[in-house]
């Protein structure tokens, strides 16, 4: 059960890293919308902000990346902890076969 519970803790910081990285834009799109500085992206606001023509297709790559890796690797963990828990079954159900005979 060990490993059954790191993996567990694996998938959860996991988890929590993907949803941060799916609401922190959204979270700074609100406070640039009103009349925030988008903690600290834009120290002046938004009409003083300068933003280049490729950031915003920088930034959206960047974050899609990130989360289609963090949505992989929770999937890699969630079929590690499947792998485990069935292996932890046939074990137990082949020390239950060999108690009976």
Same mark, same amino acid.
């Given at each position: ?10 998938? *959860?910081?996991? +988890?929590?890293?993907? !949803? &941060?990285? /799916?609401?922190?834009? @959204? $979270? ?27 950031? *915003?297709?920088? +930034?959206?790559?960047? !974050? &899609?990346? /990130?989360?289609?890796? @963090? $949505? ?30």
């Amino acid at each position: 059960m060990f490993p059954v519970t790191w993996l567990r803790i694996l998938l *959860g910081v996991l +988890l929590v890293a993907a !949803l &941060t990285v /799916a609401v922190v834009p @959204l $979270l700074v799109l609100l406070n640039l919308a009103g009349g925030g500085t988008g903690y600290g992206l834009c120290p002046h606001g938004l009409e003083s902000c300068g933003v280049g023509f490729t950031d *915003g297709l920088e +930034l959206l790559l960047l !974050l &899609t990346l /990130a989360l289609f890796g @963090l $949505l992989g690797a929770i999937r890699v963990v969630a079929r590690g902890i499947r792998h485990v828990q069935r292996r932890a079954e046939v074990e137990e159900a082949m020390r239950r076969l060999n108690e009976q005979v």
